[in-house]
Every structure is written in C-alpha cells, then in structure tokens.
C-alpha cells in the first residue's frame, strides 16, 4: 500500500516538475475609442467611428521560455490582433509577431515573424508610442519603410556597454529575380535617461534597383519630462520615390496624468509635403487600465496627400484628393493584461 501511495505521489507530481522548467504567460491589450474622422477629401463627409487599437492595437499573446540549461533558454511568442469593434482579426491569425528561438549569453536569435531592426528604432524614439494618430507609423504605410518581417531570421545582441547590435535576413522565397529578400541592421545605445539609435535595410524590390530605408533616432528622459524624435527615410527604385519623415514630440508625466505632443513633416522627392501636429492626453486609472483623448491634423500642400495614423486605424484621403487635410479625433479606453 506505501509503494502504490508513493507511486500515485510521484505521478501527480509529474505536472509540476515539468512547469518548474517552462514558463507560458498569456497577455493582451484591449483598447477601443470613438473617433471623428475628417478625410476633407472632396466629396466626402465627417464621420464618428468606433474603432480599436487607438493608443496600443488590441491584441492577445503567448510567450514563453524553458531552461536548457547553462545559461541557455528557448523562447516563442505568438501574437494576434484583434479588432475590438468588430470582433475579427486585424491581419494574418499571429501576423503581429510569431517566433521561436534561442536566448544566452551570445543575445537572442530568432526565426519567424519579427520586428525589422529599423522598427526598433523608430519605435523607442516616437513620442506617441506608436499610438494615437499622427504617429510615426504613417511611415510604414502605403508600401513604404519595413516594419515587420516574415520568413526571417534575426539576431539581438545583449546590452554591452549600453550598446546593443540587431540584424535580420528576411528572405523572399521566390525562385526568379528580384528575390524580394531583405537584410537588415541597427544599433542601439541606452544609458540612464538618454536612447541613441540608427538602423538600415536593404530590399531587393525590383529587378533595376534595391530599395534602401534609414531611420535615426534619440530621445532623452530627464524628470517628468521624456523628448524623443527620427528621422526616417525610404529610398524606392525609380525617379521621384524618395520619401522623408522627420518627427519631434515629447512627454510630460504628472502623476495619473500624461499629456503628449509630436509635430511631423512628410516629404516625398516629386514635391509633395505634409505637415502634423498632434496632441493627447492619458490618465490612468489604475496601472493597467487608462482612459485618453488625442487630437491631430495634417496640412498638406497642393501636390501631399499624407494621411494619419494611431496604432491601428489610418485616416489617409484617396490618392486623387491632392491638398486635403485630414484630422481626427478621440476618445477611447485602454486595459492590458
């Protein structure tokens, strides 16, 4: 009877020794606002929206890590984006990130579906996070800069120094020229209050030419306030495809409160320019859920058509409405767990 006790013991053990080595945790972000939207296209009238992903897109994860032992971890993440509104799926199921890999004392490598090198960068030195509208992911709309790379492998460095190292190789996966293949790199410095970052991509886009991105970055936190600002550049093949985005914003934190600002100039080399401004504010009801506002427009010359975009949604005026400017609007919640 002992030897069954202790058998019956040591099987209903098994679980827990096999949680002391792997670690899964489930995480997510569920923001949803009413915006009013204005393309001030021709024709076209003001509207009031309720949408999602306004200061951080909805979304839901798991990552996890196992100790392999000598300092060496296997690590995976998936994540998917949701769009609160409606229910559905934002993109592909797991088209936010989707990875498997290794973590030690060389750094991190992993393969799958990754954040490009110059997304790192440009994400640490936007004022907005990447959120509300008049972000610096208008950018990587509209076929321009490289933000996340399928069919890719990617390394990170560890902090040496304060400087870290990311490269990637995103390979196209066609059997004729241009392979559409990408390779990437960036550097990153952190120290105290101060981020120093600058990254480059090369992408064989078309048979005459490859595309090239830049983005430099600093921002720099001192008290309650925290400046940050880029410069963001993608080179297309062909005449006139030169595209420019500079960025200037800070925040300031007074307790539950945080108020932001960010001024934005596009430029593409055919002579067309747009200028935004864009101002939101955060109180936080507690440390994971805060309701906000944001306002932002962009003034665009005879020849822009720059849109505006928050973490999910983008207000952009149809290609033939050259000179509208567009703004928005909106009032939304966020909860993160």
């Known amino acids: 009877m002992q030897y069954k006790a202790l058998a019956a013991a040591l099987i209903t053990s098994l679980p827990l020794f096999a949680h002391a080595q792997t670690n899964v945790t489930i995480y997510g972000v569920m923001d949803a606002a009413i915006a009013v939207e204005d393309t001030d296209a021709p024709g076209e009238k003001r509207r009031t929206v309720i949408n999602s992903g306004n200061q951080s897109s909805s979304r839901i994860g798991f990552r996890g890590t196992e100790d392999l ?20 799926a934002d993109t592909e199921l797991f088209g936010r990130r989707a990875v498997v890999g290794l973590q ?15 997304a790192s960068v440009a994400a640490a030195t936007d004022a907005f996070g990447q959120g509300f509208y008049g972000s610096n992911l208008s950018a990587f ?73 830049y983005a430099f970055g600093a921002g720099f936190k001192f008290g309650d306030f925290d400046l940050k600002g880029n410069y963001l550049v993608a080179d297309q093949t062909g005449n006139n495809n030169k595209f ?14 945080k108020f932001y600002a960010n001024i934005q100039r596009n430029e593409l080399e055919s002579g067309a320019r747009g200028n935004a401004w864009a101002l939101a504010y955060s109180y936080a009801l507690s440390k ?3 309701v906000y506002t944001t306002y932002g427009t962009m003034r665009n010359n005879e020849r822009g058509v720059f849109g505006l975009n928050a973490s999910t949604p983008s207000i952009v005026p149809a290609a033939t409405a ?3 400017d ?9 909860h993160t767990f």
């Open 69 to 88: 032992g000598n300092g060496l971890k296997a690590i995976f993440n998936i994540e998917s984006g949701v769009r609160l509104d409606t229910g559905a």
């Open 104 to 118: 030690g004392n060389f750094g991190q490598v992993t393969i799958g579906r990754e954040y490009s090198p110059i």
């Open 141 to 213: 709309g509209t076929n321009r800069m490289t933000r996340r790379l399928a069919n890719s492998v990617n390394y990170k460095s560890n902090a040496m120094s304060g400087f870290s190292v990311l490269a990637a190789y995103s390979a196209g996966e066609k059997t004729v020229d241009p392979s559409g293949d990408l390779w990437g790199v960036a550097m990153e410095y952190a120290n105290g209050g101060l981020y120093l970052g600058a990254g480059y991509h090369n992408l064989e886009r078309l048979a005459t030419g490859d595309d090239k991105e």
């Open 244 to 257: 420019e985005q500079t960025n200037i914003g800070g925040v300031y934190t007074a307790g539950a409160n």
């Open 288 to 290: 994971r859920t805060n």
């Open 322 to 324: 050259l000179g509208s």
């Open 326 to 334: 567009p703004s928005a609007f909106t009032l939304g919640m966020r």
